[in-house]
């Protein structure tokens, strides 16, 4: 165990009074972070029972996925001079189309879809035939 010198203990006490208040700020702002957190994840549990049946509908978008909010003014003013605007919902997409996937899961490929293929001749050029005689006609690769 180390003894403290009564320099290093006055230099400690003179840091800890210096440091006082960003130690009680930075304890305050902890606390609203905490209550902040818990608004916030009370509001998407709520957020999230509301789009339930969207989401089924939909396949998993929600309403931030699919609606736009517009805020349009009008062109007239109410009595205390302020302009009257008014708010409207708009579909993002086509009624009919879900947004485009980046990356598609397994769940969402249908596997009763049929598959069609493209059948060629021996004389015709098919894409795999051309692809062969660039390769063998190619010099890539060979050592000389």
Known sequence: MKKFSKFEVATIKRTAQSVNPMVSKRAKLMEQIVALQ????????????????IKTMTGGYGTEDLVEKVIETTGSVDKT???????KYVLKYP???IPVIDSVTSEEIDESAEVTSTEYSAEEESPINKIVED?????????Q
């Open 81 to 87: 001079g302020k302009p009257v605007k008014v708010t």
């Open 95 to 97: 009624e009919t189309i």
């Open 135 to 143: 390769h063998e006609t190619s010099t890539w690769g060979e050592v």
């Open 38 to 53: 818990e608004e916030y994840d009370a509001l998407t549990l709520m957020q999230e029972q509301y789009e339930a049946s």
